[in-house]
């Protein structure tokens, strides 16, 4: 079992191997994810929405992403761990960018950290970089700037997004998330690329897919975004698995002989 690093995500891309990448928050799921086979497992801030019930991923912090980090890279063998950056942990200054980056491997066990930005953080990318610490962009739909953006807005400004992959690359980005983009101009971003594309609502031809796993189980009840396909109806198969519980126990259905001790 090859464990997935940096090297091995490099010649995935130019063997023309397809990545694969799910988020995960927790100890359980980040097992079952590994067991599956994907290759990067993202602890992403959207742990603020999917898990914490937020309206956007703002309110989450460094620590809780620690916590999230920690229990996750317990339970994967295989996949790359990725910690996502929060909002206001590299923003002000480059060496806090690092410092933080930083808590990521040492604290929490993590292979890398993400962050949001193109041209606007490459230089921040670069600091973190060369202390040793693994970095992937995330350029486009940036939930990070949702009101910078006016929401949750599809981008299409050709050349500033091939500016920041660029930039991102030559920063020392071993792969950049493409988010929220057109199929068209995620083609050409990865054709122009060396380092790795993962795509989340920007096409077929990223070099990889990523989708936030509450999504993916149909965990999330709410609005599910049109680049998402549900593999599975996990709250519905819960709800009902809840209510067959109530129900045997207000009907002295549960316990029975079978799960009591003599």
Partial sequence: MEKITVTVLARMKADGQKITALTAYDFPFARMVDESGV???????????VVQGETSTLPVTMDQMIYHTRIVARGVKRAMVVGDMPFMSYQASVSQAVENAGRFLKEAGASAVKLEGGASVARTIEAIAAAGIPVQAHIGLTPQSVHQMGG????????????DAKKVQDAGAFSVVLEGIPFAISQKITASLSIPTIGIGAGADCDGQILVLHDLLGLNEGHVPKFAKRYAQLAKDARAALGQYVGEVKEKAFPTKEHSFK
């Fill in 152 to 163: 949750f807005k599809v981008q299409r400004q050709e050349d500033k997004l091939l500016d």
């Fill in 39 to 49: 290759d990067i497992i993202l602890v992403g801030d959207s742990l603020g929405m």
